[in-house]
């Protein structure tokens, strides 16, 4: 596709259950990266991935969380046993990576808004 | 640990008046971008600035970086309300990683 593309627009689930976020970056971005935004907030570093490998995953907020990309291209964020502070939109961003000659900069998905009652 | 901090956070001002908005960040890093994101929708990029005295202009923003200060503004000339949106800087954190941390974000909002 032209752009990011990431499913589901939007998800209301029950605290405990699992969810899944997809992210379909732009074809050819090796680097994808996950952020999180709650209502009014700035953006949170959550994971990115260089090819199939996630070289930091310092931003993941607990062992609830995990991601997962293959092929180079499709990722899954998966939030297990959901919580009421999971809340929020989560956003994918891919981009060409900088050593390739590129400047780095971001292309943002339109984010799944993830509410847990 | 890289701490991006940007401000002021929220910033009301009149149409045709300048500001300039700031962004500051705590460990070395030579590459910085902004972002502008509209209510209720996602962040598109607006400038890249990829060295010490890089200079961006596009319409009525600027963007300058000066990186031994650790220091980013964007300058907005006679404002429009076409410009009411959020505005994130993000940093590089360094050392290879390509991680970028983003700041606190300031609501621009322009009073017609």
């Known amino acids: 596709g032209a752009g990011v593309s990431q499913s589901p627009s939007n998800k209301v689930t029950e605290k405990g259950k699992d969810v899944e976020l997809r992210c379909d970056p732009i074809?050819?971005?090796?680097?994808l990266y996950w952020y999180r935004q709650s209502l009014g907030q700035g953006l949170e570093f959550l994971i990115y991935?260089?090819?199939?490998?996630?070289?930091?995953k310092s931003g993941l907020p607990s062992d609830r969380f995990s991601a997962e990309r293959t092929g180079g291209s499709v990722s899954t964020l998966t939030i297990q046993r959901t919580q009421q502070e999971d809340s929020a939109v989560y956003l994918c961003?891919?981009?060409?990576?900088?050593?390739?000659?590129?400047?780095?900069?971001?292309?943002f998905g339109e984010g799944s808004r993830l509410t847990v009652l | 640990e890289l701490k991006v901090e940007q401000n002021p956070l929220f910033l009301s001002m009149q149409e045709g008046k300048n500001y300039t908005i700031y962004c500051n960040y705590s460990?070395?890093?030579?590459?910085l971008y902004w972002y502008r994101q509209d209510p209720g929708k996602s962040l598109e990029s607006l400038f890249v600035?990829?060295?010490?005295?890089a200079v961006k202009q596009e319409g009525r923003l600027m963007a300058s970086l000066d990186t031994k200060a650790r220091l980013s503004t964007l300058h907005i000339t006679a404002a429009v309300h076409d410009l009411s949106a959020t505005y994130f800087c993000?940093?590089?954190?360094?050392?290879?990683?390509?991680?970028?941390?983003f700041g606190t974000g300031t609501r621009l909002k322009v009073l017609a």
């Open positions: 460990t070395t890093s030579d590459r």
């Open positions: 074809s050819g971005h090796t680097a």
């Open positions: 991935f260089q090819g199939n490998s996630a070289p930091d």
């Open positions: 600035l990829l060295s010490n005295g």
């Open positions: 993000a940093v590089d954190a360094g050392s290879g990683t390509y991680k970028y941390i």
């Open positions: 961003a891919s981009s060409l990576a900088f050593n390739s000659g590129r400047s780095g900069e971001l292309f």
